[in-house]
């Protein structure tokens, strides 16, 4: 009995191993280019009821107190990551949430309309100027 690798090998020809070739060589390079492109945040921003009210630092460790409408909630920046550690919410599903990396990320409690979200740079749509 053959494996498949040699059925694979004999039924397909030389253009068709090219094509399978340049498709994966292409989409690992657009793969590399979109994860390169992408710039990590420095600060994460908490709202409470759709206004910003405190700004969070990736490089300063500490847990923080935020008041939200339904008691405190405590958030722990910690090895470059934002989590909740303590809520008042009844739930408490945005403790057990994934935290927020300087890649990306969000962190919601709808019961004290908290939402802790990355906050990027903005980046110009000029390249470059000339004179």
């Known amino acids: 009995m053959r494996n498949w690798f040699h059925t ?3 039924e ?3 253009a068709d191993r090219l094509v399978f070739t340049v498709i994966l060589l292409l989409s690992a390079g657009a793969a ?3 994860r390169s492109g992408a710039r990590p945040a420095r600060e994460a921003v908490v709202t409470v009821n759709r206004k910003p009210v405190f ?3 990736f490089d300063q460790e500490g847990v923080y107190q935020i008041d939200a409408p339904l008691g405190p909630v405590q958030v722990q920046v910690h090895n470059g ?6 809520s008042s919410c ?3 599903i945005c403790v057990y949430e994934r935290p927020v990396t300087p890649l990306g990320g969000v962190i919601v409690c709808a019961p004290n309309r908290l939402v802790i ?3 990027r740079r903005a980046v110009s749509s000029l390249d470059c100027v000339t004179q």
């Open 12 to 14: 397909t020809t030389v």
């Open 90 to 92: 009844p739930d408490k």
């Open 55 to 57: 700004s969070l630092r």
């Open 8 to 10: 694979l090998r004999s």
């Open 32 to 34: 590399f280019a979109a």
């Open 81 to 86: 990551k934002i989590r909740v550690v303590r």
């Open 117 to 119: 979200q990355v906050r």
